[in-house]
């Protein structure tokens, strides 16, 4: 989002609330904060966010720059599947295991496969009594997906630049480009 793009929003933001006011001399200290802040996101998305939040908040105050990123983060994360949709894919795969774990790891979403672990965890579930899968297996699962999408929500309202910034100071994390 570029600062034309970000004094827009402003401007977009004052029209629908009236009770977001920027005094003018803190004007251009604003729209460099939030542009700043809202640099990596493309503006079509933070838009759409911004409509999200108005169609969608009862409060009546204007949001906030990490209200409209959860608005964004909301969106991307509404194509993740759900702990039960997620167990069913694993349980589908545990069925096939013993002898194509590889395969039936590879075909599930990523982070399905960071929940399960590795191929070897999907034998090994088979191989478990069937009860024990429908109950105490279900339930680690499921509390391991919701933990692993907890994460990935996180890292995903990190910006690239910050990521990159650590990257650089920290061995062994993986620069993006």
């Not at 990596?40 to 409509?51: L, R, S």
């Not at 969608?56 to 949709?85: W, Y």
């Not at 579930?125 to 024990?132: H, I, L, Y």
Request: charged share 25%; with cysteine.
């Amino acid at each position: 989002m570029t600062r034309d793009e970000t004094k827009e929003l402003l401007m977009t933001i004052n029209a629908v609330y009236p009770n977001f006011r920027v005094k003018p001399e803190q004007m251009t200290f604003t729209i460099n904060a939030w542009s700043m802040l809202l640099g990596d996101y493309p503006a079509d998305a933070v838009q759409a966010a911004f409509k999200i939040y108005v169609n969608t908040d009862t409060t009546g105050f204007a949001p906030s720059i990490n209200q409209l990123i959860g608005a964004m983060n909301k969106v991307k994360h509404n194509e993740e599947k759900t702990e039960g949709e997620a167990w069913m894919l694993v349980k589908k795969a545990i069925g096939d295991s013993y002898y194509h774990a590889e395969e039936r790891f590879a075909e599930l979403p990523p982070v399905v496969q960071k929940a399960v672990g590795n191929p070897a965890m999907l034998r090994q579930w088979g191989q478990c009594d069937t009860e024990d899968v429908n109950t105490v297996i279900m339930s680690n699962f499921q509390r391991t997906y919701k933990a692993e999408l907890s994460k990935k929500e996180f890292n995903d309202r990190i910006p690239e630049e910050v990521k990159n910034l650590i990257a650089e100071k920290i061995p062994g994390i993986e620069k993006k480009e």
